[in-house]
């Protein structure tokens, strides 16, 4: 059974930094790309970053370009999502999730991250 | 880019068949067949129901079906169930659509 679970969310202040962490098991990991999606309170889902699956290649929405680094660690099973120079329009449940051809096919149970001071 | 546009809510009677649409620009569809549905219960995570347009994951009810015709794409559940109220939202490659909340009357 795919499992992708997320954590290191948590209350951050405004410019500060947070790393997201996703642990996959169940399948094998390195030959799926992997995406983070988040959804703001109340809100619909936003794509925020997707990475091949050697890592050569990382994708982001306009907004997060510069400010987020998508990662991966094939020999751990994980993937991570470095955020920094947060906002308050940051604020929001980021989900894990496996890429197949643009098909988001299973994703973790999702990290709040609430930016505020 | 702005995302897809949705109906914000859309309701039906159970028994019933529903459609929600999802409308983008010829950009937006770029011509492939991306297309994905997602369900989502509150305070949980999102599903895949539909994907490639109107290919159903293993395990997905045939009561749901997809569509796609120009610009916009449609999914479409048949025989309405109380399970089915959830809030649906539509893909194309990596752009999400508004999200569409189905009420089951």
């Known amino acids: 059974e795919v499992q992708l679970v997320e954590s290191g969310g948590g209350l951050v202040q405004p410019g500060g930094s947070l790393r997201l962490s996703c642990a996959a098991s169940g399948f094998s990991f390195s030959p799926y790309w992997m995406s983070w999606v988040r959804q703001a309170p109340g809100k619909g889902l936003e794509w925020v970053a997707t990475i091949q699956g050697d890592g050569s290649e990382s994708y982001y929405v306009d907004s997060v370009n510069r400010r987020f680094t998508i990662s991966r660690d094939n020999a751990k099973n994980s993937l991570y999502l470095q955020m920094d120079s947060l906002r308050a329009e940051d604020t929001a449940v980021y989900y894990c999730?496996?890429?197949?051809?643009?098909?988001?096919?299973?994703w973790g149970q999702g990290t709040l991250v609430t930016v505020s001071s | 880019q702005s995302a897809l546009t949705q109906p914000a809510s859309v309701s039906g009677s159970p028994g019933q068949s529903i459609t929600i649409s999802c409308t983008g620009t010829s950009s937006d569809f770029g011509g492939d067949n991306y297309i994905s549905w997602y369900k989502q219960y509150p305070g949980t995570a999102p599903k895949v129901v539909i994907y490639?347009?109107?290919k159903r994951p293993s395990g997905v009810s045939n009561r749901f079906s997809g569509s796609k015709s120009g610009n916009t794409a449609s999914l479409t559940i048949s025989g309405l169930q109380a399970e089915d109220e959830a809030d649906y939202y539509c893909?194309?490659?990596?752009?999400f659509g508004g999200g569409t909340k189905l009420t089951v009357l």
């Open positions: 490639d347009v109107n």
């Open positions: 893909s194309s490659r990596r752009l």
């Open positions: 999730a496996r890429e197949d051809w643009y098909r988001f096919d299973s």
